[in-house]
């Protein structure tokens, strides 16, 4: 289309230059005002008048042209306050202000899609807050569990002290006669019983702990222990109370030996001796 | 002489007054001036020609702003506004060329 407008222009150009400039304005288009009024071309009934007319400008010449002056005077002062109020409505205003509707609409829509992307953002964002936020939960819940496990491991290896409703077992031999397989069964027979911790003598009973003979008693984990043997062992008074004295157990065995177990059920008994961890050499953990 | 005169007059009131344009004309007031700018360079071309005529001037004026704005609401009414609008522009900036062009020569013989 453009093409064809500077065609035409360059057509026109071409015409112009050949022909003399009334005859062209015969095939002008129309709505411009170069062309003349049909009576004037036609009849041609006052060329002189009009020709002195326009070479004297609007001055005063005839009511006709004075009001003709007037109205194009008119015209023009409108067009030049128009041109004025575009230009000032067009600079200083909201650009918003003067856009079409179909543009209007289509920053309307650009501003919603923006704003659904920013939602959806917004949404995207939180659930990873959310997400860090329980993992943060879990992991402290984790790290709960794992004190209590780690306590209640610290109080099975014997390296905290420990308290609670428990029996504390006190067995005489004053004839020498108990071995140290004999306070081993002890033991063995709390432990079986569910006893959770024990204390022989001054020390705490662990996996680990050993019973061996000595001359005047019995060495527990290296440490001489003479009798009357203190027993103390945190577990349901009642079961430890009645794994004691099963017949041919420990009290059994007591007495045969001369001796005597006695065993107290108590509500709370304290064990305040602590075992040493050895750190293992050789195992180390797979972590499963 | 007198047109020129109006039209410096005329910008000078609407930069006193600094109107704002109503709602309604918003969409028209450009294409109109554009028009309307059309029909003066076609007067000034006509009058260097020597074949001015007010009639056709005032006539010319009046119906190239009114129809410019009719063809940009009818294209509003159907949807192709801003289309239909760079269509008159690029008319009207056609003519006008062509009438510049035209009063060019006149002036300055070349």
Redesign the interface.
């Known amino acids: 289309?453009?093409e064809q407008?500077e065609d035409?222009?360059s057509r026109?150009?071409r015409a112009?230059k050949t022909q003399p400039?009334?005859d062209e304005?015969s095939r002008e288009?129309p709505?411009?005002?170069?062309?003349?009024?049909p009576e004037?071309r036609s009849g041609d009934p006052d060329p002189p008048e009009?020709?002195e007319w326009?070479r004297r400008?609007?001055a005063p010449g005839g009511k006709r042209?004075l009001r003709?002056?007037a109205?194009?005077?008119?015209?023009?002062?409108?067009?030049?306050?128009?041109?004025?109020?575009?230009v000032?409505?067009?600079s200083s205003?909201d650009s918003l202000?003067?856009l079409?509707?179909?543009?209007l609409i289509r920053i309307l829509d650009d501003q919603n899609a923006r704003a659904e992307r920013l939602n959806q953002q917004i949404a995207d964002l939180q659930n990873t807050l959310d997400q860090l936020r329980r993992s943060g939960n879990s992991n402290q819940v984790a790290q709960e569990q794992a004190q209590r496990e780690l306590q209640s491991l610290q109080v099975l290896l014997g390296t905290v002290a420990a308290t609670g409703p428990g029996v504390a077992v006190t067995i005489s031999d004053p004839q020498r006669n108990l071995k140290a397989e004999d306070l081993l069964d002890v033991v063995e027979e709390l432990r079986g019983a569910g006893a959770e911790a024990m204390q022989f003598g001054p020390v705490r009973v662990t996996t680990s702990t050993s019973f061996s003979d000595a001359g005047d008693g019995v060495r527990v984990d290296g440490q001489a222990v003479a009798p009357p043997y203190q027993v103390v062992a945190i577990g349901d008074p009642k079961t430890l109370d009645t794994a004691l004295n099963i017949p041919g157990g420990v009290a059994a065995t007591a007495r045969n030996a001369g001796g005597e177990a006695q065993i107290d059920e108590q509500q709370r008994v304290d064990i305040p001796a602590l075992s040493t961890l050895r750190n293992p050499k050789y195992a180390t953990p797979t972590g499963r | 002489m007198i047109a020129g005169l109006a039209l410096i007059a005329g910008v000078v009131v609407g930069l006193l007054l600094r109107p704002t344009v109503p709602h309604v004309l918003e969409p028209y007031l450009p294409i109109a001036v554009v028009a309307a700018l059309d029909a003066v360079f076609g007067g000034i071309r006509a009058r260097l020609d020597g074949i001015f005529d007010a009639k056709v001037f005032v006539v010319s004026f009046v119906s190239n702003v009114v129809v410019a704005a009719l063809i940009v609401f009818l294209g509003d009414k159907l949807g192709v506004g801003g289309q239909l609008s760079t269509a008159v522009v690029v008319v009207l900036g056609i003519r006008i060329f062509g009438n510049a062009a035209a009063i060019r020569r006149h002036v300055f013989r070349a």
């Open positions: 289309m453009r407008g035409r222009e026109e150009d112009e400039p009334g304005r288009e709505a411009a005002a170069t062309r003349p009024a004037a009009r020709s326009w400008g609007f042209h003709a002056g109205l194009i005077g008119v015209l023009t002062a409108v067009l030049g306050f128009a041109i004025a109020v575009q000032h409505s067009n205003s202000q003067n079409r509707e179909d543009d």
